[in-house]
T-cell receptor, first 111, second 115 residues
Framework: DAGVIQSPRHEVTEMGQEVTLRCKPISGHNSLFWYRQTMMRGLELLIYFNNNVPIDDSGMPEDRFSAKMPNASFSTLKIQPSEPRDSAVYFC?????????FGPGTRLTVT | AQSVTQLDSQVPVFEEAPVELRCNYSSSVSVYLFWYVQYPNQGLQLLLKYLSGSTLVKGINGFEAEFNKSQTSFHLRKPSVHISDTAEYFCAVIPGYSSASKIIFGSGTRLSIRP
């Protein structure tokens, strides 16, 4: 298996633009997580899904952030409009039972 | 509520020296315990886990950890570190034995190896 796949790996955008991050979980994994990591705030859980259903989105910073999981093999995290403070590395992770696997991350820079 | 405390934000050690990274947790229910490692510019990778059985668990790259229920600790150890072990290490728990629960991570310990 190729592991968790995230795209793009790097994204540079201007403030106010829409950003869409994509994630393909490992086949057969029934839980999917979106995290954000910064030097100041560390690793933060934004939202997670079980069997494609959002379970906990209490970590989503504000209404500018939204996430979807239309099927078991694909999820998106959208920021609209983006702001400089959204600059971070965004990780997707998928899990089956108690083993969680992280993707390589998307480094987002908002100027 | 559950929480994970990693007492040291940074641990510098010399190459080939032993190391211990400390982790304590707080939970009103039983937990499963994990250590993850994050190498520079990469995602987190599972190092080892404790679900049940022997309280001493062995992971990849020569690391091991011991679950101590009375002290609510799960410290990570390696008898001899290498430059390649330079990374950030995260302790984590899943409370309540539920595979649907979210993992609670500690704030991380940055291990730096000096030659």
């Amino acid at each position: 298996d190729a592991g968790v796949i995230q795209s793009p790996r790097h994204e540079v955008t201007e403030m106010g633009q829409e950003v869409t991050l994509r994630c393909k979980p490992i086949s057969g994994h029934n839980s999917l997580f979106w995290y954000r990591q910064t030097m100041m705030r560390g690793l933060e859980l934004l939202i997670y899904f079980n069997n494609n259903v959002p379970i906990d989105d209490s970590g989503m910073p504000e209404d500018r952030f939204s996430a979807k999981m239309p099927n078991a093999s694909f999820s998106t995290l959208k920021i609209q409009p983006s702001e400089p403070r959204d600059s971070a590395v965004y990780f997707c992770a998928s899990r089956v039972d108690y083993e969680q696997y992280f993707g390589p991350g998307t480094r987002l820079t908002v100027t | 509520a559950q929480s994970v405390t990693q007492l040291d934000s940074q641990v510098p050690v010399f190459e080939e020296a032993p190391v211990e990274l400390r982790c304590n947790y707080s939970s009103s229910v039983s937990v499963y315990l994990f250590w993850y490692v994050q190498y520079p510019n990469q995602g987190l990778q599972l190092l080892l886990k404790y679900l049940s059985g022997s309280t001493l668990v062995k992971g990849i790259n020569g690391f091991e950890a011991e679950f101590n229920k009375s002290q609510t600790s799960f410290h990570l150890r390696k008898p001899s570190v290498h430059i390649s072990d330079t990374a950030e290490y995260f302790c984590a728990v899943i409370p309540g034995y539920s595979s649907a629960s979210k993992i609670i991570f500690g704030s991380g310990t940055r291990l730096s190896i000096r030659p």
